[in-house]
């Protein structure tokens, strides 16, 4: 008789080997780094929402499965908790390193000028990235697909844990990272200010917008609000420079931020993709005229569910593809370029707390056995290629984020075997 936990080491392989052959091909020139914007746009604008459209609109029934709003409610808890942890994280990393430089001698001004700026509402939305950016759809369908031994229960249940991603961490994020943008813009201005009004006499606010500390010119661009609250006076032939960073009153109601952050979130088409799949599933659409066992099932449509499916297929495969050519590229130094000791305590957090603190939010909620399963499960997986995408857009953290990344997708296989195995001889959400 075959082991029982063969399913989930192939479907760990499977994964591996795929991210493996990414990687030899870039190795081999075949594939380079300039592919993977365009292979990962492919999927977030096109496969993943497929994705999303079939397995919410047409897999999930809101009306019957009753637990699915406890299930989703878990991983909203689960992030919600991880934020404040990340946040006193972030405290003792700020209190540890202005003890070193009271202590150092090495000019901290210096220091600065050779590394990305930081700010606190930066450093917080890394180490959230670094916590619960979870690969539920990417690494979650197909390893639940493994232990259910159904690809329908794969995609349900992975589908259902993004959603909390998407409509909560997300936005979160992202106005952590234009607060992050505005601050380290305010910080470079007074710089700018002085060659302007040295040189030409007069300040050009475009210039500070386009200071070199931003390096990724790309959109989100700083928000102005923040850049305005620096001023400057010139006396005689020298050049006075008053700096006054926002506060959090300014920040939280400053329109410009809010507005970026919004137009960023809407215009992600995995949003839409979740909107068009509660649209389909609510009006109960998927489930009368799209769902192939529906007893309403029409035939002349069935070119819309196969099509979606289609294209749903190749989130995974393909994603885990683009990983691959991207960590041949970062190399190791640039995948391992933090200590040993960080990594070790975002491996801990990552795959042994995070999954515990998920055992207790399925008992508080009382999912049931197979939703229990899922929840611990997916919370134990490495986070996604995205979190590191989004820290170089912001240039904050990309070191962590990829290091993160890697280590954690390396270690997938022994990871899922011992919490599958854990569970089952403690006999918790037996399946």
């Not at 780094?33 to 929402?49: E, G, M, Q, S």
Request: with cysteine; hydrophobic share 50%; proline share 4%.
């Amino acid at each position: 008789m075959a082991w029982k936990y063969i399913p989930v080491v192939n479907v760990c392989l499977q994964i591996l080997f795929t991210i493996l052959l990414g990687f030899a091909l870039s190795a081999a020139g075949v594939f380079h780094i300039d592919h993977v914007p365009v292979l990962v746009k492919f999927v977030f604008c096109v496969a993943l929402p497929c994705l999303v459209v079939r397995g919410i609109g047409i897999g999930v029934d809101f009306y019957s499965d009753k637990f699915i709003w406890e299930y989703i409610g878990a991983f909203i808890l689960l992030r919600a908790v991880s934020l404040l942890l990340a946040a006193a994280v972030m405290a003792t990393r700020r209190y540890q390193s202005r003890r070193r430089q009271k202590t150092s001698d090495i000019n901290a001004d210096n220091e600065n000028d050779t590394s990305p700026a930081t700010t606190i509402p930066g450093e917080l939305a890394v180490v959230w990235l670094n916590l619960t950016w979870i690969s539920t759809v990417i690494l979650g369908i197909p390893i639940l697909t493994a232990v259910f031994a159904s690809p329908a229960e794969g995609a349900f249940y992975g589908l259902l844990a993004g959603i909390s991603s998407f409509i909560f961490q997300l936005p979160c994020m992202l106005w952590l990272f234009e607060i992050h943008t505005i601050l380290v813009t305010v910080k470079s201005i007074p710089f700018a200010l002085e060659i302007s009004t040295a040189d030409c006499g007069e300040w050009d606010e475009s210039a500070a917008v386009d200071s070199p500390t931003r390096l990724n010119t790309q959109d989100p661009k700083p928000s102005e609000t923040g850049i305005n609250q620096t001023t400057a006076n010139t006396k005689g032939n020298g050049t006075q420079v008053q700096q006054h960073s926002p506060s959090l009153r300014e920040l939280l109601g400053s329109r410009d931020v809010w507005i970026k952050v919004v137009s960023r979130v809407a215009k992600n088409p995995v949003i839409w993709g979740i909107i068009g799949g509660f649209f389909i599933s609510l009006s109960t659409l998927g489930e009368k005229y799209f769902r192939p066992a529906s007893d309403e099932f029409v035939d002349e449509l069935g070119f819309f569910e196969t099509t979606l499916k289609w294209f749903g297929d190749t989130v995974s495969p393909v994603s885990l593809f683009a990983m691959g050519v991207w960590m041949h590229h970062q190399g190791r130094k640039g995948l391992f370029a933090v200590s040993t000791s960080t990594m070790g305590l975002y491996m801990f957090a990552k795959l042994v707390a995070a999954p515990f603190l998920m055992i207790g939010l399925a008992k508080m909620l009382e999912l049931d056995n197979r939703a229990g399963r899922a929840a611990v499960l997916i919370a134990t997986l490495p986070i996604s290629l995205a979190s590191f995408s989004l820290g170089e857009e912001y240039n904050i953290g990309r070191a962590e984020l990829a290091a993160n990344v890697a280590l954690g997708t390396l270690l997938l296989l022994p990871t899922t075997l011992i919490w599958v195995a854990a569970m089952d001889d403690a006999e918790l959400y037996v399946v």
